[in-house]
């Protein structure tokens, strides 16, 4: 069955680098999300996505934050200058083939993120 | 605005018993329900969904859900609890519309099952 994956599984940086977050979505979904979730707390909405622009991003995501999908495969999150508060699990997920209905978003295994 | 509120941050119960994990939602438009589970060190799993047919829904690993409007509850129950269940639920809520939709989740309800 086809799946979402995300790499690395686990990063650590440094306050103040740029990290780059990578997720591969399903093949031929059209909807793309991120979502994070602070250690203890909840699923929070960061950013969808789609043909090739965001269609929607929430307060959490600020200037520091960015998405891409580079090469019509994968998609990213970029956090340009990490603080400590970013520290958390990253969810990449994805929704919507050609052809059907887009309401169930298929997550990733998530990618922790540390931040020191 | 829409929002979750799942009841009971932890929940333990013996294996074979009766599981129930309550999710109350708000939303000023018709929603689509869902519950997703998280194992340990995995990520979110689709359990089950509503989305405006029948409202009793039926999902994976032997778990259902019921749909009631009038008291605004997506609560999820499963007949008989199995060790395997024992993970992290989570309740979201999204609008009924086509194309791209956020998901707003719930805080989690950690299930435990014991012996």
């Known amino acids: 069955e086809p799946e979402v994956t995300q790499t690395p599984s686990h990063q650590v940086t440094q306050m103040g680098q740029e990290v780059i977050l990578r997720c591969v979505p399903i093949s031929n979904h059209l909807y793309f999300y991120w979502y994070r979730q602070i250690l203890g707390q909840k699923v929070e909405f960061l950013v969808s996505f789609y043909n090739n622009e965001i269609s929607e991003k929430s307060e959490i995501f600020d200037d520091q934050f960015s998405v891409e999908r580079p090469d019509g495969s994968n998609f990213t999150l970029k956090i340009r200058s990490t603080k400590l508060e970013d520290s958390a699990m990253y969810f990449c997920a994805s929704s919507g083939r050609d052809g059907e209905n887009t309401d169930t978003q298929y997550f990733g295994p998530g990618t922790r993120l540390t931040v020191l | 605005a829409q929002s979750v509120t799942q009841l009971g941050s932890h929940v333990s119960v013996s294996e074979g018993a009766l599981v129930l994990l309550r999710c109350n939602y708000s939303?000023?438009?018709?929603?689509?329900l869902f519950w997703y589970v998280q194992y340990p060190n995995q990520g979110l799993q689709l359990l089950l969904k509503?989305?405006?047919?029948?409202?009793l829904v039926k999902g994976i690993n032997g778990f259902e859900a019921e749909f009631k409007k009038s008291e605004t509850s997506f609560h999820l129950t499963k007949p008989s609890a199995h060790m395997s269940d024992a993970a992290e639920y989570f309740c979201?809520?999204?609008?009924?519309?086509?194309?791209?939709?956020?998901?707003?989740f719930g805080a989690g309800t950690r299930l435990a099952v014991h012996p």
């Open positions: 979201a809520v999204s609008e009924a519309s086509g194309g791209y939709n956020k998901l707003i």
């Open positions: 509503y989305t405006s047919a029948a409202t």
């Open positions: 939303s000023s438009v018709p929603p689509y």
